[in-house]
């Protein structure tokens, strides 16, 4: 299926491009995007891209009803010398399927939803910003399309890739973040939907989110929602530590999604010889951390951000303050390494990169 033909239809106006300094996240789409429709019995087929539309849906689609959904997000970067380069691409489309799996939703060819988003981020490669910091962020998804208000798995399906320019995530240096630690709602709990990247689990996150919003907090620090008491992630980005020379980030456990940055990071760190842990981390052992003088540093790890430092914890009403609210030293040499592999600026030794051409 990895070659089936992808019919191609251009658009005929092309829409003005946004002012790269005034870009913010997923407001502004590209000129074009890329569909597929799933039927039971035909399978995956009329794979194609089109000018960027709205899509006609009947109103008992079960994605409305139900949440049969699924996404991904990544980015395209333009190098100092143009070219166009992707990160991992092939592992988005890797966990999309782990997350098409436990919703229930067909299998996608992942060579062919890779040749698609590279047909597609060409046609609309005029849309990638060029200044510093800045990409093309890209979200391709899943819906649930039968008409059917039955609690079953659908029978239809829809794969749509769309893309927006998006700003430098910082746009004034590295800041570190406030985060609350949140004791009363739960995202997911192991044997949920914690390890599939679908909208449940972001419109749960949303009331405590608000919550932590309204107190300052920029934010959410997610604990099990067993016994809230073992660290999990930070609101979409998973969570390290470092405490007393060692690097710590909660093991996968079912309800933790296997972050990409997550893994990068990992990897870079042990290439570094740097001590690295995944195992069950409590907030208690934190604080305790905190106390013992031995906390160094705290960081979130994600697309978005790529790296997001900690400079503050708030639990139970009771706030520490991390590296005097600065940047850690490990956190700054993650973010340079990784942001200089993805943009072509620093030697990709672990062959991350795939450049699009």
């Known amino acids: 299926m990895g070659e089936q033909l992808i019919k191609v239809e251009l658009c005929s106006n092309h829409k003005q491009k946004p002012n790269p300094d005034q870009l913010q996240f997923g407001k502004v789409f590209t000129d074009h995007m890329f569909i597929m429709d799933y039927k039971e019995g035909l399978g995956w087929h009329d794979p194609r891209i089109i000018p960027y539309q709205p899509i006609s849906l009947d109103p008992s689609s079960v994605a409305f009803h139900y949440g049969q959904t699924v996404f991904e997000g990544l980015k395209a970067y333009k ?181 990409i940055t997550r893994d990068s990071v990992l990897r870079l760190l042990r290439h570094w010889g740097v001590p690295v842990e995944e195992r069950k981390l409590s907030i208690a052992e934190i604080y305790q951390a905190h106390a013992d003088g031995v906390l160094e540093e705290a960081f979130g790890t994600g697309t978005a951000a790529v790296i997001s430092p900690v400079g503050q914890l708030s639990w139970k009403d009771e706030s520490i303050t991390l590296n005097n609210e600065e940047t850690g030293a490990i956190s700054k040499k993650i973010y340079d390494t990784l942001t200089g592999i993805q943009y072509g600026q620093l030697e990709d030794i672990f062959g991350w990169t795939v450049e699009v051409k």
């Open 79 to 259: 190098t100092d010398d143009d070219r166009i380069l992707m990160f991992r691409p092939e592992k988005n489309m890797q966990r999309l399927n782990l997350s098409n799996d436990r919703i229930v939703i067909p299998q996608l060819d992942e060579e062919l939803a890779l040749n698609a988003l590279r047909q597609l981020v060409l046609i609309d490669k005029e849309w990638i910003p060029h200044a510093p910091g800045t990409s093309l962020y890209i979200r391709p998804f899943v819906i649930a399309t039968q008409p059917y208000l039955g609690v079953a798995p659908s029978v239809q399906y829809k794969f749509i890739i769309i893309m927006s320019p998006v700003g430098a995530y910082y746009k004034e240096g590295l800041n570190p973040v406030k985060i609350l630690v949140e004791d009363e709602y739960t995202r997911t709990v192991k044997g949920g939907t914690g390890e599939a990247k679908t909208g449940g689990n972001y419109a749960a996150s949303l009331k405590a989110q608000e919550k932590s919003e309204a107190r300052g907090f920029s934010q959410v620090l997610w604990l099990d929602g067993k016994e809230h008491k073992y660290v999990e992630e930070v609101g979409s980005m998973n969570i390290f530590f470092k405490i007393n020379g060692t690097v710590v980030t909660p093991e996968l456990n079912g309800s933790i999604l296997a972050g």
